[in-house]
């Protein structure tokens, strides 16, 4: 139940495209559903997260779309460029019990790569 | 440009012996995070502290891992003794703790053990 299930595993678009990456979750517990950016070398790196109050956030070229009733939410990347090829992951976490929102629950992972 | 720091950044060991990484976490964070990435199982939480008080170290092996904050600037991760398993990078994150601000994450420390 503490599953978060992420795809596509490796993902290739071309440059001006949209990449689109997909998670799903179990637990309805979860309340808080960031995406980390990570590139080689480097800790991931918050991207943009939501919260179940709204079905859509948008922050310059990347948006989560959220489906509470589905358990599902997604990253769209418009425009995609060279520099954002990296490693993205979706995660949740909840802060029933007490807990904390940085006890993250990860998906596996989504290798991007934008062609020139 | 606070950020959390982690040594050392790369350790080969043998198997059998201690090894210990170090991470300073963003002055003024209260909430500091040890989490470990492979290719099989992804990232995972390992513990987690709150103002240096153990919360939750469910995800670690007990017999051989430990973690520990001495003090508000240093937190550890320590295995003894090692295992060829352990290879990992572990990153270490630090948050305010406000709700849901963002977690900080250091640049890892990549622990291969022969």
């Known amino acids: 139940q503490q599953q978060v299930k992420q795809s596509p595993q490796s993902l290739i678009v071309q440059k001006g495209g949209i990449s689109i990456i997909n998670c799903a979750y179990e637990n309805t517990a979860f309340d808080y559903f960031p995406w980390y950016q990570q590139f080689p070398g480097k800790g991931p790196a918050l991207l943009i997260a939501?919260?179940?109050?709204?079905s859509e956030k948008k922050e310059g070229r990347f948006t989560i779309s959220f489906n509470k009733s589905a358990k599902q939410f997604s990253l769209h990347i418009m425009d995609s460029q060279p520099g954002d090829s990296a490693t993205y992951f979706c995660a949740a976490s909840g802060w029933a019990g007490g807990t904390s929102y940085g006890k993250l629950t990860f998906g596996q992972g989504t290798i991007l790569t934008v062609h020139p | 440009d606070a950020r959390v720091t982690q040594t050392p950044r790369h350790k080969v060991t043998e198997m059998g012996q201690e090894v210990t990484m170090r991470c300073q976490p963003i002055?003024?964070?209260?909430?500091v995070f040890w989490y470990r990435q492979t290719m099989m199982q992804g990232l995972e939480l390992l513990a987690y502290f709150r103002n240096r008080a153990p919360l939750d170290d469910s995800g670690m092996p007990k017999d051989r891992f430990s973690a520990e904050m001495p003090d508000a600037t240093l937190a550890t991760l320590k295995i003894q003794p090692s295992e060829p398993r352990d290879s990992a990078v572990y990153f270490c994150?630090?948050?305010?703790?406000?709700?849901?601000?963002?977690?900080?994450f250091g640049n890892g420390t990549r622990l291969t053990v022969t």
């Open positions: 939501i919260r179940p109050d709204v």
């Open positions: 002055l003024g964070h209260n909430t």
């Open positions: 994150a630090s948050g305010p703790d406000r709700g849901t601000s963002p977690l900080h």
